[in-house]
């Protein structure tokens, strides 16, 4: 949330912008496609489990990484289900709700009305993007904790081997599955401000959608082209797979807190641009 | 139009200083890094003198390897060949001893290393979404490969080490100043940062003309004497064709239980006789020393010879040779390859030319 002081008010004003975040959130989950967003989310993990029990399990090497351990291991259904939903799935329904912020209300013509309430644009557009913090934080953890409920109903749960080849207990191997969902909700912030700018540019929220998800694609092709290797580390993209560190023994932090300082960086520039558009903005509709 | 252009230019006024602040920052921060390094000067000979002296039974630390040899990156062929997985697995293509070590060498790698004197080390190579583990603790030697759920494991004997080491910049330096002699002028470069800490840059110019090697750059701790980084040059070029450095290293012996290592359950655990096959050591490099070669010259012109049917060669590699007089010619930036026509490998980090004279001389 913003921490702007104004001396006089500061109390009241924050006030006001809690409750704002919280109406934000309750409209935010109280619609039918947030939740149909989080249901398809839901049902890669119920896929990945249903389909490795109904088959006699993939040979090793072939599919996504870990998915020959899933009939072994019921826990690597999250892990697995985490990897399918990287590249398009999560930044799919990130993109459909960061770049319905701004835009859904114009088009709707409902953000004349918020403006009129004593919220300063530049915390209607911190609101609005911590709702959408928070649906990549209950998208991540959906595709996890559906992934960890699926694998447990359906295989055996036991203590899992890391990718160093040790071999951790039940409990420590849920930690490190939330530490996954938090590293994925992490490298999402980035694209969410992005979203957050692309909205406030047009009053089709449908415009912006496509361009945010567009945005992710794109950056994660160049980052499949060696030729243009030198923006590699500053592609929105780059560390997304590198929740893996978090699944070595011991647990490798780097990765993590490079993604930290790169999605900052998306944060703040696409932040900036998003306000400047924003605060200037005519709101017409 | 007034009122249009000051609101454009108030627009986007935020997004201009945030841009800049970010830009500023990333820009910034390497050089700070870098910032007021003087160390004692020093000769070239007093810091040799400095690394051949060092006291250092224990250490850990990150390494980034880069290298653009001018082969394609054989790892990234692979990924991109199947997605997130790789299909060629079934193949057994490569899975060999050779083309894991080209692969080694190639492509662009983070590892961790730990050491705790001369017993104990561990290179625990970072892949994206796998990891390769090189575990030595004692008498046990282990190797795994989590992709393949893998493990090789060598029991030593006494006066058998297994030569080279965890790969990481100490032992690829120990490699090179092995050569220092008078084929090789040695010069100490400005002072500079490595891993946070500042060191000497002690340069091995081959005097040699018929050598690939232009340069090799030993960045060596100026407090510790352990070597931080190597850089290795093609001669007429400045930027460095491989390099090998760590990006944080510390002086504390590391963890007892980084050294344990029990193949997890489902693992295949491949026993292998050190003395019988060497196959425990192909993640090192010089699986064509593990042959047993011959070699021909000494230092810089140094050219390994492998008799006739005893080295396969991936036959990824094989494809991208060309034909020069005498047989196929392997060129990277740093080493040639010939595959002559009666099934010898000559290879060595030399000119063609010298390797076809190596090759018509025997």
Request: some cysteine; hydrophobic content about 45%.
């Given at each position: 949330m913003s921490?702007k002081?104004?001396?006089?008010?500061?109390a009241?004003?924050?006030?006001v912008g809690w409750?704002f975040?919280g109406?934000e959130?309750?409209?935010?989950?109280?619609?039918?496609?947030t939740?149909?967003l989080l249901?398809?989310l839901?049902a890669i993990?119920?896929?990945i489990?249903?389909?490795?029990?109904?088959?006699?399990g993939?040979?090793?090497?072939?599919g996504?990484?870990?998915?020959?351990q899933?009939?072994?291991?019921?826990?690597f259904?999250a892990?697995?289900a985490?990897i399918v939903a990287?590249?398009l799935f999560?930044?799919?329904t990130?993109?459909?709700v960061a770049?319905?912020?701004?835009?859904g209300?114009?088009?709707?013509g409902t953000?004349r009305y918020?403006l009129?309430?004593p919220v300063a644009?530049?915390r209607l557009l911190?609101?609005?993007?911590a709702?959408?913090?928070?649906?990549?934080l209950a998208a991540?953890f959906?595709v996890?904790s559906v992934?960890t409920l699926?694998g447990?109903?359906?295989?055996?749960?036991?203590?899992v081997?890391?990718?160093?080849?040790?071999?951790i207990?039940?409990?420590?191997s849920?930690?490190?599955?939330?530490?996954?969902?938090?590293?994925?909700?992490?490298?999402?912030?980035?694209?969410?401000?992005v979203?957050?700018f692309?909205?406030?540019?047009?009053d089709?929220?449908?415009?912006?959608?496509?361009?945010?998800?567009?945005a992710s694609?794109?950056?994660?092709?160049?980052?499949q082209?060696?030729q243009?290797?030198w923006?590699?580390?500053w592609l929105?993209?780059h560390?997304w797979?590198?929740?893996?560190d978090?699944l070595?023994d011991?647990?490798?932090?780097d990765?993590f807190a490079?993604?930290?300082?790169?999605q900052?960086?998306?944060i703040?520039?696409f932040?900036?641009?998003?306000?400047?558009r924003?605060s200037?903005k005519?709101?017409?509709? | 139009?007034?009122?249009t252009?000051?609101?454009?230019w108030?627009?986007w006024?935020?997004?201009?200083i945030a841009?800049?602040?970010v830009g500023a920052?990333a820009?910034?921060?390497?050089?700070?890094?870098?910032?007021?390094v003087?160390?004692p000067?020093k000769?070239a000979?007093?810091?040799?003198a400095l690394?051949q002296?060092?006291?250092v039974?224990?250490?850990?630390?990150t390494?980034?390897q880069t290298?653009?040899?001018g082969?394609?990156d054989?790892s990234?062929l692979?990924a991109?060949?199947?997605?997130n997985g790789s299909p060629?697995?079934?193949?057994?293509?490569?899975t060999s001893?050779?083309s894991?070590?080209?692969e080694l060498?190639t492509g662009s790698?983070?590892?961790?290393?730990y050491v705790?004197g001369p017993?104990q080390?561990?290179?625990q190579?970072?892949?994206q979404?796998?990891?390769?583990?090189v575990?030595?603790n004692?008498?046990?030697?282990?190797?795994?490969?989590?992709?393949?759920?893998?493990?090789?494991?060598?029991?030593?004997g006494?006066h058998e080490?297994p030569?080279?080491?965890t790969?990481?910049?100490?032992d690829?330096a120990?490699?090179?100043?092995?050569k220092?002699?008078?084929?090789t002028e040695?010069?100490v470069g400005?002072?500079?940062?490595?891993?946070?800490?500042?060191?000497?840059?002690?340069?091995?110019?081959?005097?040699?003309?018929e050598?690939?090697v232009?340069?090799v750059t030993v960045?060596v701790?100026?407090?510790?004497?352990l070597?931080l980084g190597?850089?290795?040059a093609a001669a007429?070029?400045?930027?460095p064709?491989?390099s090998?450095a760590?990006?944080?290293?510390?002086y504390e012996a590391p963890d007892?239980?980084l050294?344990?290592f029990?193949?997890?359950?489902?693992?295949?655990?491949?026993?292998?006789?050190?003395?019988?096959h060497?196959?425990?050591?192909h993640?090192?490099?010089?699986?064509?020393e593990?042959?047993?070669?011959?070699?021909?010259?000494?230092?810089?012109d140094a050219?390994?010879?492998?008799?006739?049917?005893?080295?396969q060669?991936p036959e990824?590699?094989?494809?991208?040779?060309?034909?020069v007089?005498?047989?196929?010619?392997?060129?990277?930036?740093?080493?040639?390859?010939l595959l002559a026509?009666d099934?010898?490998?000559?290879?060595?980090?030399?000119t063609v030319?010298r390797?076809q004279a190596?090759?018509a001389?025997q």
């Amino acid at each position: 949330m913003s921490s702007k002081t104004l001396s006089s008010s500061t109390a009241s004003r924050k006030s006001v912008g809690w409750r704002f975040l919280g109406s934000e959130l309750s409209v935010l989950f109280r619609r039918r496609r947030t939740w149909a967003l989080l249901a398809a989310l839901a049902a890669i993990p119920v896929l990945i489990a249903v389909a490795v029990k109904l088959s006699s399990g993939p040979p090793r090497g072939r599919g996504p990484a870990f998915l020959d351990q899933v009939s072994q291991n019921g826990l690597f259904v999250a892990v697995v289900a985490t990897i399918v939903a990287i590249p398009l799935f999560l930044p799919l329904t990130v993109g459909v709700v960061a770049g319905d912020t701004v835009a859904g209300e114009a088009s709707t013509g409902t953000l004349r009305y918020l403006l009129m309430s004593p919220v300063a644009r530049g915390r209607l557009l911190a609101v609005k993007y911590a709702g959408a913090v928070v649906f990549c934080l209950a998208a991540t953890f959906t595709v996890g904790s559906v992934g960890t409920l699926m694998g447990a109903l359906l295989f055996p749960v036991g203590p899992v081997t890391t990718l160093s080849g040790t071999t951790i207990d039940v409990t420590e191997s849920l930690v490190r599955i939330a530490l996954v969902c938090l590293y994925v909700t992490l490298s999402l912030l980035g694209l969410c401000a992005v979203g957050l700018f692309m909205s406030t540019l047009t009053d089709v929220p449908v415009g912006a959608m496509a361009a945010t998800v567009v945005a992710s694609v794109v950056s994660q092709v160049v980052g499949q082209l060696p030729q243009l290797e030198w923006i590699h580390p500053w592609l929105l993209t780059h560390y997304w797979l590198g929740f893996a560190d978090l699944l070595r023994d011991p647990v490798v932090w780097d990765s993590f807190a490079a993604n930290a300082v790169l999605q900052a960086g998306y944060i703040v520039v696409f932040g900036a641009l998003a306000y400047g558009r924003f605060s200037t903005k005519d709101v017409l509709a | 139009m007034t009122r249009t252009g000051r609101k454009s230019w108030r627009q986007w006024t935020p997004a201009a200083i945030a841009a800049g602040a970010v830009g500023a920052a990333a820009l910034v921060a390497p050089f700070s890094a870098n910032a007021a390094v003087d160390l004692p000067d020093k000769t070239a000979a007093e810091v040799l003198a400095l690394v051949q002296e060092k006291d250092v039974a224990a250490f850990s630390g990150t390494v980034e390897q880069t290298s653009n040899l001018g082969l394609p990156d054989l790892s990234a062929l692979d990924a991109a060949g199947g997605g997130n997985g790789s299909p060629n697995d079934d193949d057994g293509g490569d899975t060999s001893p050779a083309s894991a070590a080209m692969e080694l060498v190639t492509g662009s790698h983070t590892a961790q290393v730990y050491v705790n004197g001369p017993d104990q080390s561990r290179l625990q190579v970072l892949d994206q979404l796998e990891e390769r583990n090189v575990i030595r603790n004692g008498d046990e030697l282990w190797y795994y490969n989590s992709d393949e759920n893998e493990a090789l494991h060598a029991t030593l004997g006494d006066h058998e080490k297994p030569d080279g080491g965890t790969q990481a910049p100490h032992d690829l330096a120990a490699h090179f100043l092995e050569k220092v002699d008078p084929s090789t002028e040695v010069t100490v470069g400005s002072d500079r940062m490595v891993a946070g800490r500042a060191v000497y840059d002690l340069i091995l110019t081959p005097r040699s003309a018929e050598t690939l090697v232009g340069s090799v750059t030993v960045a060596v701790d100026g407090e510790t004497g352990l070597p931080l980084g190597v850089a290795v040059a093609a001669a007429g070029s400045s930027d460095p064709a491989f390099s090998s450095a760590f990006t944080d290293i510390s002086y504390e012996a590391p963890d007892e239980s980084l050294f344990a290592f029990t193949p997890p359950d489902g693992a295949t655990v491949t026993e292998v006789d050190p003395k019988d096959h060497q196959r425990g050591e192909h993640t090192h490099k010089e699986t064509a020393e593990a042959e047993k070669p011959t070699v021909i010259g000494e230092g810089w012109d140094a050219v390994v010879v492998v008799p006739a049917g005893q080295q396969q060669i991936p036959e990824e590699l094989a494809q991208l040779s060309t034909p020069v007089d005498g047989g196929q010619l392997l060129s990277t930036t740093l080493v040639n390859v010939l595959l002559a026509d009666d099934g010898r490998v000559l290879a060595g980090s030399v000119t063609v030319e010298r390797l076809q004279a190596v090759a018509a001389g025997q």
